[in-house]
């Protein structure tokens, strides 16, 4: 059975998160549909990681043993024909057939973006999180570069994971500022992540930039080990999965 | 009695367009909503436009006589909290009691984004119309350049208008390429504009990069005075109304 990768695009407003759940429309059920109309058969697709409801993606993976071959080039059209209007398969790969884009990603890419001014801004309100206020985007820098390396991140991690252990790598935490938007786009790149992982260390570098907690503080609050220390959770609307990595030989990242 | 102007930022998705109109929701009528429960009194606001259900604006602006005075750095705030997620005020300025946000204005610069990909963007389909296939984006730029000045645009123009004159004067047309996003720019800026004007003017430049019009016969068609001749009317999600323009004495420009 021919496999494939599918990079799909969603803005996640309106669905209840990548996975299937009984209380609302989820993305991966949008996907399975539209494949299993496309291949006249139940289809199945294992997604490289659950984003929670609210939560978009510009590059989420998921993977699918298909019944025949449909060109590469020819599928996310056919796919997109098939979905509804808030998600997308922007690239489809033809991949050997023990594939499985969980398991065989080797990292992430999120962006959680923040828009900063005086007052709100309705064409960005679904796709950025407003804070107003003043704002310390150096010190947020200074800080975000703390977070890469090995760490034990369970000051960073909501209840409820079932993970055996809380220690992850980042490559890099860094934090951009558009002089122009407003917008203020915090870039978290890792290997693996921990149950609201990115939108704690978001608000972790907001408190920061709003002066709660100093940038050099940064350090103690990960040793503590005490969710209590880092900032709070940032809403969803944020949080943007940019793009999941693999091996180069797998042609899925472009 | 005091004089103010707003200047509104909306997501036009929602709306039935500027103007207070029977079928549904219209950002004059939100406006007016939330002034009217500031004030405690019926406030009527007047709009330097109308726009199109589905058009969006970062910069519409409004004048209204108000019964007492609030500071002009504290009404944003005061009115935005009495506004739907999709609209706000992001200016206020004191003005002279006879200032007419229609009738005042010098001009209006409007954005027409198109999203131009091999397949579909979620993430954008709000505020772009996609377009695949090929396109010369250099021929519709030098297509662009033609409209400049002063033209009768009976060609660019809907049934329905009820102008005196279908003489309009342009300051320029440009059009703007982002590599990276695929998103193309459309930038009209002129003193005033007939109906479905800019979709139509925007229409006429996509035919321009589709190859369906030479960019060096938009003279001709814009001669024809023949609506048959020029582009379609594209759809109202790519249109923002990004700034309307007064003296600078009144200091409602940044």
């Given at each position: 059975m021919p496999s494939i990768a599918l990079v799909i695009e969603f803005d996640g407003t309106d669905f209840v998160g990548w996975q299937i759940q009984d209380n609302g429309r989820s993305v991966q059920e949008a996907v399975q549909t539209a494949?299993?109309?496309?291949?006249?058969?139940?289809?199945?697709?294992?997604g490289s990681s659950r984003t929670d409801a609210g939560?978009?993606?510009r590059g989420m993976v998921c993977s699918a043993k298909v019944p025949f071959n449909i060109p590469a080039d020819k599928l996310p059209l056919a796919c997109?024909?098939?979905?509804?209007?808030?998600?997308?398969?922007?690239?489809?790969?033809?991949?050997?057939?023990?594939?499985?884009?969980?398991?065989?990603?080797l990292g992430k890419r999120y962006v959680y973006r923040i828009v900063?001014?005086?007052?709100?801004?309705?064409?960005?309100?679904?796709?950025?999180?407003?804070?107003?206020?003043?704002l310390d985007v150096e010190a947020m820098n200074e800080a975000a570069a703390c977070f890469a390396g090995e760490h034990d991140f369970t000051a960073f991690c909501a209840a409820g994971g079932s993970q055996n252990t809380t220690v992850r790598r980042l490559r890099s935490v860094e934090v951009r500022a558009d002089e122009q938007t407003g917008?203020?786009?915090?870039?978290?790149?890792?290997?693996?992540?921990?149950?609201?992982?990115?939108?704690?260390?978001?608000?972790?570098?907001?408190y920061v930039g709003q002066?709660?907690?100093?940038?050099?503080?940064?350090?103690?609050?990960?040793?503590?080990?005490?969710?209590?220390?880092?900032?709070?959770?940032?809403?969803?609307?944020?949080?943007?999965?940019?793009?999941?990595?693999?091996?180069?030989?797998?042609?899925?990242?472009?």
């Amino acid at each position: 059975m021919p496999s494939i990768a599918l990079v799909i695009e969603f803005d996640g407003t309106d669905f209840v998160g990548w996975q299937i759940q009984d209380n609302g429309r989820s993305v991966q059920e949008a996907v399975q549909t539209a494949l299993s109309e496309l291949y006249k058969e139940d289809i199945k697709v294992t997604g490289s990681s659950r984003t929670d409801a609210g939560v978009h993606a510009r590059g989420m993976v998921c993977s699918a043993k298909v019944p025949f071959n449909i060109p590469a080039d020819k599928l996310p059209l056919a796919c997109n024909a098939l979905l509804p209007p808030d998600v997308a398969v922007v690239r489809a790969i033809d991949v050997s057939e023990g594939f499985n884009a969980r398991f065989d990603s080797l990292g992430k890419r999120y962006v959680y973006r923040i828009v900063h001014d005086r007052v709100r801004h309705p064409l960005l309100r679904r796709y950025a999180h407003f804070v107003t206020g003043r704002l310390d985007v150096e010190a947020m820098n200074e800080a975000a570069a703390c977070f890469a390396g090995e760490h034990d991140f369970t000051a960073f991690c909501a209840a409820g994971g079932s993970q055996n252990t809380t220690v992850r790598r980042l490559r890099s935490v860094e934090v951009r500022a558009d002089e122009q938007t407003g917008v203020i786009e915090i870039e978290v790149t890792g290997e693996a992540f921990l149950y609201n992982m990115v939108r704690i260390i978001a608000g972790t570098l907001l408190y920061v930039g709003q002066g709660k907690i100093a940038a050099g503080d940064i350090p103690a609050v990960i040793e503590s080990r005490d969710r209590e220390k880092a900032g709070k959770t940032l809403p969803p609307e944020g949080l943007t999965l940019e793009e999941v990595f693999y091996a180069p030989d797998l042609h899925i990242n472009p």
